[in-house]
Nanobody
Framework: QVHVVESGGGLVQAGGSLRLSCAASGRTFSNYAMGWFRQAPGKERELVATITNLNSTNYKDSVKGRFTISRDNAKNTITLQMNSLKPEDTAVYYC???????????WGQGTQVTVVS
């Protein structure tokens, strides 16, 4: 069983920054593609950013140029640096660890990000 734990959420004013972190247990972190998703009240969960085991990244259009995803395979962690935050970025952010070998998703419990104007 892989355990995924997010941290770093909080309340910030519009235009501010937050840095989310995600730690995943296990010995073969390099076999995982990782991603950040978010879910706002009354809305479906949506993809924010992903990073493959080869460090290829993908972003939701509305966060391009503002958010940066990165990974540290030695520490089994990924981060999401969020700059120029907007109220519409308010959501619960979830970390996803996707095992490429067995095609299994592992989700964290989520961390709340609230952006006020």
């Amino acid at each position: 069983q892989v355990h995924v734990v997010e941290s770093g959420g909080g309340l910030v004013q519009a235009g501010g920054s937050l840095r989310l972190s995600c730690a995943a247990s296990g010995r073969t972190f390099s076999n995982y593609a990782m991603g950040w998703f978010r879910q706002a009240p009354g809305k479906e969960r949506e993809l924010v950013a992903t990073i493959t085991n080869l460090n290829s990244t993908n972003y939701k259009d509305s966060v391009k140029g503002r958010f940066t995803i990165s990974r540290d395979n030695a520490k089994n962690t990924i981060t999401l640096q969020m700059n120029s935050l907007k109220p519409e970025d308010t959501a619960v952010y979830y970390c996803d660890a996707y095992n490429l070998l067995i095609r299994q998703h592992y989700w964290g419990q989520g961390t709340q990000v609230t952006v006020v104007s």
